[in-house]
């Protein structure tokens, strides 16, 4: 599977990240507001509803409070006064002030225009701005559902993109076995096949309340279990029959039933769905471990220093980056010696560097000179040196091994390179 491009990667991890800030903003009180406005509403009726709130603001006990939410109230109005109709995914504004610490605010202003369509007209005053309705876009529509099932237990649970969410999970009543013979021996398989018969319907009836719902971006079912339960359900119809031709053949053999058999169903399925970015993010993370494993002649390196050092000499082949990195490329300058150096490093960390000495000559005379993402930077210097560049996410497993074993990013290379000298700039 081809990684998706450049710019809808940068696309989806700038949502992200800017759903990162929005969402670490917080006030002292309930004076945050987020307002969304769908596609089609009019925007007098959106500013005739403002004036209406910032009427009923003058109630607030708190003076501080009111203050602060009036003055959101106004800058909101200013913002959407700016705007001659609503486009066509909507708008969310996201206005007031943001504890900073020491009982100090500053204000904050947020407008986004979602990736898709909004569905909902939403006001909230609230202590942290309201992000479900687009935390709900980050993932990817392609939706497949989960069943691992024996006559013991069931869970039901979906494959979003990369991330594997439990729905539901269902204990049996049904006997195992039973020591009765005789006469009695066929009354109690007879009440067995029953409760089983009844076990399975009731998965049924869940599977149609989980999945139906979604059935126009559910792209399949995959079912599994031990033994040959999972086979007998299927063929006798136990799902309603839109869900049924939804179920990917072969079934598949999976040793539990619980959680961690959802987890064991989508390693298991792999080659079905081959092309589906987790089971490619599983491959490639694979690939690069076994190339680390080879030392001297691994064709991988991993941790800043060394990929820096990597991509400025060409050899990078497919640049891993992790989605949580949340960093700036900074180029600082010596104003005493001119020197030059650039630094990979998170926004709180930035300010320090400009009261340490020069690393050329000691003196403490260094400025910023310039900043952008350190992502966006990696992927335009994998795209420079004829790389390509991939955003692996922190939502699997591998992806977690990224962010937290290799410093967030890796490259799988050309051919060997030794490691970066211990002055190379991060």
Known sequence: MSAPSADAQLARYSF??????????????????????????????????????????????????????????????????????????GLAFFVGRKAIGADKDEPVTFIVEPPEPLNTYLYRCDSSFFLDPLLSMVHE????????????EVTIGLLRGKRIEPLRNRQSLVPSKHGRGGQSQHRFERMIEHAAHEFFVKIGEMSSELFLPR?????????????ATKEYFYKEGYLQYELQQKVVQPLFDTGYTDEYGLRELVEKA??????????????IIQRLLSEIRKAETGLAAYGPRDVNHALEIGAVDTLLISDGLRQQRVTFRCTACQHEFVRSLPDAEI????????????????????REDFVESLFRRAEASGASARLISTESEEGEMLAKAFGGIAALLRYPVAAAPAKTPR
């Open 270 to 283: 792999t080659q079905t769905l081959h092309g589906l970015e987790i089971t490619e993010e599983k491959r």
């Open 215 to 227: 059935k126009d971006t559910l792209k399949g079912i995959l079912l599994g279990g031990p033994g």
């Open 141 to 152: 529509p392609e939706t497949w559902g989960l069943v691992v099932m024996d006559r013991a």
């Open 351 to 370: 300010d320090a560097v400009l009261d340490q000495p020069c690393p050329n000559c000691g003196q403490r005379s260094v400025t910023e000179v310039g």
């Open 16 to 89: 992200q990240r800017k759903l990162d800030e929005i969402g670490g903003a917080k006030g002292r009180a309930t004076e945050l507001i987020s307002l969304y406005v769908p596609p089609g509403k009019q925007l007098f009726d959106v500013m005739s509803y403002l004036r209406n709130e910032y009427a009923q603001s003058s109630n607030i006990k708190s003076r501080t409070t009111r203050k602060n939410v009036m003055w959101a109230i106004e800058s909101l109005m200013g913002r959407v006064r700016s705007f001659k109709e609503v486009p066509t995914n």
